[in-house]
């Protein structure tokens, strides 16, 4: 059976910050990834906050990353880990590729986003309702729209959508909403982007294609026709794999010590699937750093 020291399940911004640093120190390092590498990067059309970067898009700053984890001799192997399981003083993987022991293990899988759970939803998923901008924004081009959302999420997809789209209109529950005031600032300056403070979107409307969505705000319900529908109402940890084997917080994540330890041992979790995490690059980069770098030690590799 295959045999490597660290394997990282996870290949976003904190599992391949911790595979760059634990092969840098030396270890024989694989990281598993189910979809695209990069992860939730990869859905941020502006990056202006990590450290002395400037202004730069999430997929450059993925494919940067990618190519430095590689030169520093880990490998990125595109298949799923299924199942997990003690082995002797390591870890057996079951993985789309085989099975594989190691040393120690490093938990990445970061965290998905939040569904609105209302009437409609389920049904016009794909059909006009949508968690990716970036990804599905085009087909919108010239329509009017709603996003569903006050954080950071929701303005940046709203400022994008809003270059492209007749009209943005923002929902959001609370009176002010979560996102930082220079997103926010951005946000005010577009014409075409309207917010709508204390509102909740109680149903999505459609026939084959989304129609519109109704509305309650201040005790009114009110319908506002829209072409697409974007859920930006946070993210959940992407953990189900992980729920007989740790112990997991309340909103699914990942409970680690300051030192992204879990309970279990040569087991660390990095990112936005540990519980309490920011859920920042910097902070993601910053975990993977940790878990790269005590992993390593602590296998005694
Ligand atoms: P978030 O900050 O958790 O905001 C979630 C939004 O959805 C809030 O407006 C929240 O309303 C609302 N919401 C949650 N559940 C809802 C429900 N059931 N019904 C209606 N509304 C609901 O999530 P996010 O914007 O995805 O951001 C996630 C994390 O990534 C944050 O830490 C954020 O700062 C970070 N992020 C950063 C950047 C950046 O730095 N540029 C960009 C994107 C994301 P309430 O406020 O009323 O709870």
């Not at 760059?20 to 120190?25: D, F, G, H, K, Q």
């Not at 129609?211 to 319908?223: A, F, H, L, P, S």
């Not at 540990?274 to 602590?298: F, N, P, S």
Request: net charge negative; charged share 20%; aromatic share 4%.
């Amino acid at each position: 059976m295959e045999n490597m020291d660290i394997a990282v399940i996870g290949a976003g911004f904190a599992g391949m910050t911790a595979a760059l640093y634990a092969a840098r120190a030396g270890a024989r390092v694989t990281l598993f990834e189910k979809a695209a590498e990069g992860g939730q990067i990869l859905t941020a059309p502006r990056v202006e906050n990590y450290p002395a970067l400037g202004e730069t898009d999430g997929v450059a700053l993925a494919g940067r990353l990618g190519e430095q984890v590689r030169a520093a001799g880990a490998e990125i192997r595109p298949a799923a880990v299924t199942g997990i399981a003690r082995e002797g003083m390591g870890w057996l993987l079951q993985t789309e590729s085989g099975d594989v022991t190691c040393r120690a293990l490093i938990l990445a899988v970061g965290a998905k986003r939040r569904r609105l759970g209302v009437p409609g939803e389920d049904r016009l998923a794909g059909h006009g309702v949508s968690w990716c901008a970036t990804c599905d924004g085009n087909f919108f081009r010239g329509l009017d729209v709603a996003v569903i959302g006050g954080g950071n999420t929701a303005f940046s997809e709203a400022i994008g959508l809003a270059a492209i789209c007749q009209t943005v209109t923002v929902l959001y529950r609370s009176d002010e909403p979560r996102a930082e005031r220079s997103v926010l600032s951005r946000a005010e300056r577009l014409p075409n982007l309207v917010r709508m403070p204390g509102s909740r979107v109680t149903e999505i409307l459609g026939g084959e294609t989304v129609t519109g969505v109704r509305v309650e705000q201040d005790g009114k319900e009110t319908v506002q026709a829209v072409s697409g529908v974007f859920e930006a109402v946070g993210t959940v940890p992407d953990t189900a794999l992980f729920a007989s084997l740790l112990p997991l917080a309340p909103d699914g994540g990942i409970v680690t010590d300051g030192k992204c330890r879990t309970a279990l041992p040569g087991v660390f979790a990095v990112g936005d699937c540990r519980a309490g995490a920011v859920r920042q690059l910097v902070t993601a980069a910053a975990d993977g750093a940790v878990a790269g770098i005590l992993a390593t030690k602590e296998s005694n590799l």
